[in-house]
Protein backbone atom coordinates (compact mmCIF):
# COMPACT_ATOMS: atom_id res chain seq x y z
CA UNK A 1 0.00 0.00 0.00
CA UNK A 2 0.62 3.47 -0.87
CA UNK A 3 2.13 6.28 2.31
CA UNK A 4 -0.92 8.08 2.28
CA UNK A 5 1.05 10.38 4.86
CA UNK A 6 4.78 11.11 4.21
CA UNK A 7 6.51 12.95 7.34
CA UNK A 8 9.45 14.41 6.10
CA UNK A 9 12.32 16.00 8.66
CA UNK A 10 9.45 17.92 10.65
CA UNK A 11 10.75 20.29 12.69
CA UNK A 12 7.72 22.73 14.84
CA UNK A 13 8.79 25.37 16.65
CA UNK A 14 6.12 28.02 19.03
CA UNK A 15 6.90 31.48 19.34
CA UNK A 16 5.66 32.44 22.90
CA UNK A 17 5.43 36.03 23.42
CA UNK A 18 5.50 37.07 27.60
CA UNK A 19 6.86 39.49 29.59
CA UNK A 20 10.38 38.51 29.04
CA UNK A 21 10.50 38.74 25.57
CA UNK A 22 9.92 35.83 23.28
CA UNK A 23 10.31 32.11 24.06
CA UNK A 24 10.52 29.51 21.49
CA UNK A 25 9.62 26.43 22.07
CA UNK A 26 10.64 23.58 20.29
CA UNK A 27 7.40 21.28 20.31
CA UNK A 28 8.50 18.29 17.29
CA UNK A 29 12.40 17.99 16.56
CA UNK A 30 13.60 16.24 12.74
CA UNK A 31 10.55 13.91 12.95
CA UNK A 32 10.06 11.81 9.93
CA UNK A 33 7.41 9.42 9.73
CA UNK A 34 5.15 7.73 6.85
CA UNK A 35 1.99 6.16 7.57
CA UNK A 36 0.41 3.49 4.99
CA UNK A 37 -3.11 4.06 3.13
CA UNK A 38 -5.16 1.88 5.68
CA UNK A 39 -3.30 1.08 8.42
CA UNK A 40 -4.46 2.26 12.37
CA UNK A 41 -1.11 3.70 14.03
CA UNK A 42 -1.38 4.92 17.67
CA UNK A 43 0.33 7.53 18.62
CA UNK A 44 1.65 7.48 22.45
CA UNK A 45 3.75 9.78 24.99
CA UNK A 46 3.71 11.87 28.03
CA UNK A 47 1.84 15.57 28.28
CA UNK A 48 3.42 17.85 26.60
CA UNK A 49 5.72 15.49 24.25
CA UNK A 50 4.34 16.75 20.56
CA UNK A 51 1.46 14.27 20.07
CA UNK A 52 -1.24 17.17 19.06
CA UNK A 53 1.50 19.50 17.43
CA UNK A 54 2.37 16.14 15.20
CA UNK A 55 -1.44 16.22 14.66
CA UNK A 56 -2.13 19.39 13.50
CA UNK A 57 0.78 19.17 11.03
CA UNK A 58 -0.90 16.64 9.47
CA UNK A 59 -3.75 18.42 8.03
CA UNK A 60 -2.24 21.84 7.85
CA UNK A 61 -3.40 23.21 11.12
CA UNK A 62 0.07 24.15 11.45
CA UNK A 63 2.19 24.29 9.15
CA UNK A 64 6.46 22.91 9.42
CA UNK A 65 8.68 25.60 10.96
CA UNK A 66 10.87 23.18 8.53
CA UNK A 67 10.59 20.06 6.85
CA UNK A 68 7.76 19.18 4.61
CA UNK A 69 4.45 16.90 5.06
CA UNK A 70 3.10 15.39 2.11
CA UNK A 71 -0.77 14.10 2.29
CA UNK A 72 -1.78 11.98 -0.88
CA UNK A 73 1.37 13.84 -2.06
CA UNK A 74 0.08 17.33 -1.28
CA UNK A 75 2.60 19.64 0.38
CA UNK A 76 0.40 20.72 2.93
CA UNK A 77 2.66 24.21 3.05
CA UNK A 78 1.02 24.67 -0.78
CA UNK A 79 -2.37 26.76 -0.10
CA UNK A 80 -3.79 25.73 -3.57
CA UNK A 81 -4.24 22.27 -1.83
CA UNK A 82 -5.19 23.19 1.31
CA UNK A 83 -8.76 22.02 1.18
CA UNK A 84 -7.96 18.76 -1.03
CA UNK A 85 -5.09 18.05 2.49
CA UNK A 86 -7.90 18.93 4.90
CA UNK A 87 -11.08 16.81 2.91
CA UNK A 88 -8.34 14.05 2.86
CA UNK A 89 -7.17 13.61 6.45
CA UNK A 90 -10.01 14.69 8.71
CA UNK A 91 -9.68 15.54 12.23
CA UNK A 92 -11.47 14.81 15.85
CA UNK A 93 -10.31 16.27 18.72
CA UNK A 94 -9.96 15.68 22.55
CA UNK A 95 -13.29 18.17 23.67
CA UNK A 96 -16.82 17.79 20.76
CA UNK A 97 -17.93 20.58 22.58
CA UNK A 98 -15.17 23.00 20.61
CA UNK A 99 -16.25 20.64 17.39
CA UNK A 100 -19.58 21.15 17.14
CA UNK A 101 -21.13 24.39 15.20
CA UNK A 102 -24.59 23.97 14.94
CA UNK A 103 -27.21 24.16 17.33
CA UNK A 104 -29.14 20.61 15.52
CA UNK A 105 -27.19 17.92 14.92
CA UNK A 106 -27.76 16.96 11.63
CA UNK A 107 -27.02 20.65 10.82
CA UNK A 108 -23.79 20.39 12.19
CA UNK A 109 -22.91 17.10 10.39
CA UNK A 110 -24.11 18.65 7.20
CA UNK A 111 -21.42 22.02 8.10
CA UNK A 112 -18.55 20.59 6.78
CA UNK A 113 -19.56 19.38 3.19
CA UNK A 114 -22.15 23.03 3.53
CA UNK A 115 -18.21 24.28 3.41
CA UNK A 116 -16.95 21.65 0.63
CA UNK A 117 -19.44 22.73 -1.80
CA UNK A 118 -21.04 19.47 -2.05
CA UNK A 119 -24.73 19.61 -3.70
CA UNK A 120 -27.59 19.59 -1.33
CA UNK A 121 -29.27 16.30 -2.19
CA UNK A 122 -25.66 14.32 -1.75
CA UNK A 123 -25.62 16.45 1.40
CA UNK A 124 -28.89 15.18 2.72
CA UNK A 125 -27.73 11.46 1.89
CA UNK A 126 -24.38 11.85 3.01
CA UNK A 127 -25.63 13.25 6.86
CA UNK A 128 -27.80 10.65 6.93
CA UNK A 129 -25.90 7.55 6.07
CA UNK A 130 -22.96 8.82 8.75
CA UNK A 131 -25.80 9.17 11.29
CA UNK A 132 -26.56 5.99 11.09
CA UNK A 133 -23.26 4.65 10.80
CA UNK A 134 -22.16 6.32 14.24
CA UNK A 135 -25.74 5.23 15.77
CA UNK A 136 -26.84 8.84 15.61
CA UNK A 137 -29.23 9.06 13.10
CA UNK A 138 -32.42 8.70 15.84
CA UNK A 139 -30.99 12.28 17.58
CA UNK A 140 -31.03 13.93 14.19
CA UNK A 141 -33.32 16.80 15.26
CA UNK A 142 -31.90 17.24 18.95
CA UNK A 143 -29.63 19.52 19.75
CA UNK A 144 -26.38 18.68 20.52
CA UNK A 145 -25.97 20.46 24.23
CA UNK A 146 -28.52 18.49 25.25
CA UNK A 147 -26.22 15.06 24.28
CA UNK A 148 -24.12 12.93 26.35
CA UNK A 149 -20.32 13.70 25.97
CA UNK A 150 -19.61 10.23 23.68
CA UNK A 151 -22.85 11.11 22.18
CA UNK A 152 -21.49 14.31 21.11
CA UNK A 153 -18.03 12.88 20.30
CA UNK A 154 -19.76 10.62 17.60
CA UNK A 155 -21.92 13.40 16.60
CA UNK A 156 -18.14 15.52 15.92
CA UNK A 157 -16.38 12.23 14.02
CA UNK A 158 -20.59 11.80 12.12
CA UNK A 159 -19.25 15.63 10.69
CA UNK A 160 -15.47 14.53 9.96
CA UNK A 161 -16.83 11.50 7.98
CA UNK A 162 -19.57 13.57 5.81
CA UNK A 163 -16.26 15.05 4.39
CA UNK A 164 -15.25 11.32 3.25
CA UNK A 165 -12.06 11.58 4.38
CA UNK A 166 -9.66 8.47 3.74
CA UNK A 167 -7.80 9.10 6.86
CA UNK A 168 -9.00 10.54 10.08
CA UNK A 169 -6.63 11.72 13.13
CA UNK A 170 -8.11 11.37 16.43
CA UNK A 171 -6.27 13.32 19.43
CA UNK A 172 -7.41 11.48 22.13
CA UNK A 173 -11.10 11.17 21.39
CA UNK A 174 -12.25 9.59 24.70
CA UNK A 175 -10.04 11.46 27.18
CA UNK A 176 -13.48 12.77 28.27
CA UNK A 177 -15.53 10.59 28.01
CA UNK A 178 -17.01 8.12 30.88
CA UNK A 179 -16.15 4.05 29.72
CA UNK A 180 -19.17 3.51 28.14
CA UNK A 181 -18.68 6.52 25.69
CA UNK A 182 -15.07 5.71 25.29
CA UNK A 183 -15.88 1.71 24.10
CA UNK A 184 -18.18 2.87 21.73
CA UNK A 185 -16.04 5.77 20.53
CA UNK A 186 -13.40 3.09 20.17
CA UNK A 187 -15.76 0.48 18.34
CA UNK A 188 -16.67 3.05 15.60
CA UNK A 189 -12.86 3.76 15.27
CA UNK A 190 -12.19 -0.09 15.23
CA UNK A 191 -14.97 -0.36 12.47
CA UNK A 192 -13.72 2.64 10.37
CA UNK A 193 -10.03 0.74 9.90
CA UNK A 194 -11.64 -2.11 8.89
CA UNK A 195 -13.63 -0.39 6.39
CA UNK A 196 -10.56 0.72 4.58
CA UNK A 197 -9.64 3.87 6.43
CA UNK A 198 -6.54 5.15 7.61
CA UNK A 199 -6.85 5.94 11.09
CA UNK A 200 -4.27 7.50 13.22
CA UNK A 201 -4.73 7.55 16.98
CA UNK A 202 -3.41 10.04 20.10
CA UNK A 203 -4.56 8.40 23.12
CA UNK A 204 -3.15 7.85 26.40
CA UNK A 205 -5.15 5.12 27.28
CA UNK A 206 -2.60 1.61 26.73
CA UNK A 207 -5.63 -0.71 26.08
CA UNK A 208 -6.86 1.73 23.17
CA UNK A 209 -2.96 1.81 21.50
CA UNK A 210 -2.82 -1.88 21.86
CA UNK A 211 -5.82 -2.06 19.16
CA UNK A 212 -3.91 -0.41 16.85
CA UNK A 213 -1.35 -2.17 14.30
CA UNK A 214 1.33 -0.15 14.86
CA UNK A 215 2.36 1.86 18.07
CA UNK A 216 4.76 5.17 17.70
CA UNK A 217 6.07 6.52 20.59
CA UNK A 218 6.91 10.43 21.24
CA UNK A 219 9.36 12.26 23.82
CA UNK A 220 10.32 15.53 23.84
CA UNK A 221 8.95 16.17 20.00
CA UNK A 222 11.35 12.77 18.88
CA UNK A 223 10.09 9.49 18.06
CA UNK A 224 11.64 7.01 20.75
CA UNK A 225 10.33 4.00 19.90
CA UNK A 226 8.23 2.46 16.19
CA UNK A 227 6.79 -1.18 16.02
CA UNK A 228 3.85 -2.98 16.42
CA UNK A 229 2.11 -3.27 19.80
CA UNK A 230 4.16 -6.73 20.46
CA UNK A 231 7.33 -5.17 19.84
CA UNK A 232 6.30 -1.71 22.14
CA UNK A 233 4.63 -3.03 25.33
CA UNK A 234 7.64 -5.31 25.24
CA UNK A 235 10.23 -3.10 25.31
CA UNK A 236 9.93 -2.45 29.15
CA UNK A 237 13.04 -0.32 29.58
CA UNK A 238 11.38 2.60 27.14
CA UNK A 239 7.37 2.34 29.16
CA UNK A 240 9.17 2.77 31.71
CA UNK A 241 11.66 5.41 30.96
CA UNK A 242 8.49 7.93 29.61
CA UNK A 243 6.53 6.44 32.76
CA UNK A 244 4.14 4.38 30.37
CA UNK A 245 1.98 2.19 31.64
CA UNK A 246 1.53 -1.20 29.94
CA UNK A 247 -1.95 -2.93 29.17
CA UNK A 248 -3.84 -4.73 31.57
CA UNK A 249 -3.24 -7.78 29.37
CA UNK A 250 0.45 -7.14 29.08
CA UNK A 251 0.98 -7.01 32.43
CA UNK A 252 -1.50 -10.07 32.91
CA UNK A 253 0.63 -12.42 30.34
CA UNK A 254 3.82 -11.07 32.25
CA UNK A 255 2.65 -12.75 35.29
CA UNK A 256 1.35 -15.77 34.02
CA UNK A 257 4.52 -16.37 32.62
CA UNK A 258 6.81 -15.55 35.98
CA UNK A 259 4.17 -18.69 36.97
CA UNK A 260 5.67 -20.66 33.93
CA UNK A 261 2.61 -20.22 31.93
CA UNK A 262 3.66 -19.76 28.36
CA UNK A 263 2.19 -16.93 26.94
CA UNK A 264 2.55 -15.80 23.64
CA UNK A 265 4.05 -12.28 23.26
CA UNK A 266 2.06 -11.22 20.69
CA UNK A 267 -0.93 -11.43 23.22
CA UNK A 268 -1.54 -7.75 24.10
CA UNK A 269 -5.51 -7.01 24.14
CA UNK A 270 -7.66 -8.51 26.94
CA UNK A 271 -9.78 -10.43 24.16
CA UNK A 272 -7.03 -12.57 23.24
CA UNK A 273 -5.77 -13.03 26.59
CA UNK A 274 -8.82 -14.15 27.24
CA UNK A 275 -9.15 -16.59 24.18
CA UNK A 276 -5.67 -17.96 24.88
CA UNK A 277 -6.44 -18.60 28.82
CA UNK A 278 -9.99 -19.72 27.59
CA UNK A 279 -7.94 -22.75 26.06
CA UNK A 280 -7.12 -24.23 29.27
CA UNK A 281 -10.81 -24.68 30.01
P1 LIG B 1 1.02 16.69 23.68
O1 LIG B 1 -0.16 16.73 22.77
O2 LIG B 1 1.89 15.49 23.49
O3 LIG B 1 0.64 16.87 25.12
P2 LIG B 1 1.66 19.29 22.54
O4 LIG B 1 1.88 19.07 21.10
O5 LIG B 1 0.36 19.86 22.97
O6 LIG B 1 1.97 17.92 23.32
O7 LIG B 1 2.80 20.25 23.10
C1 LIG B 1 4.17 20.11 22.77
C2 LIG B 1 4.94 21.27 23.37
O8 LIG B 1 4.53 22.49 22.77
C3 LIG B 1 4.73 21.45 24.87
O9 LIG B 1 5.93 21.91 25.44
C4 LIG B 1 3.67 22.53 24.94
O10 LIG B 1 3.78 23.27 26.13
C5 LIG B 1 4.03 23.39 23.74
N1 LIG B 1 2.85 24.07 23.16
C6 LIG B 1 1.70 23.47 22.74
N2 LIG B 1 0.85 24.39 22.23
C7 LIG B 1 1.47 25.59 22.33
C8 LIG B 1 1.12 26.93 21.96
N3 LIG B 1 -0.05 27.21 21.37
N4 LIG B 1 2.02 27.91 22.22
C9 LIG B 1 3.21 27.63 22.78
N5 LIG B 1 3.62 26.39 23.14
C10 LIG B 1 2.77 25.38 22.93
MG1 LIG C 1 -2.21 16.72 23.19
Known amino acids: MKDIIQ ?11 NEEGREIVHAIKDVSLNIEEGSFTAIIGRNGSGKSTLAKNLNGLLLPTSGKILVNGWDTADESHIWDIRQTAGMVFQNPDNQLVASIVED ?27 DMYSFRTKAPHLLSGGQKQRVAIAGVLAMQP ?20 MAIIRRLHEEGKTVILITHFMDEAAQADRIVIMDDGKILADGSPGEVFTDE ?9 VPLAVDMAHKLRERGIDVPHDIITQEKLVEFICQYK
Open 166 to 185: RCIIFDEPTAMLDPQGREEV
Open 108 to 134: DVAFGPENLGVPPEEIRSRVDQVLKSV
Open 7 to 17: IEHLTFDYVRE
Open 237 to 245: KTLRRIRLD
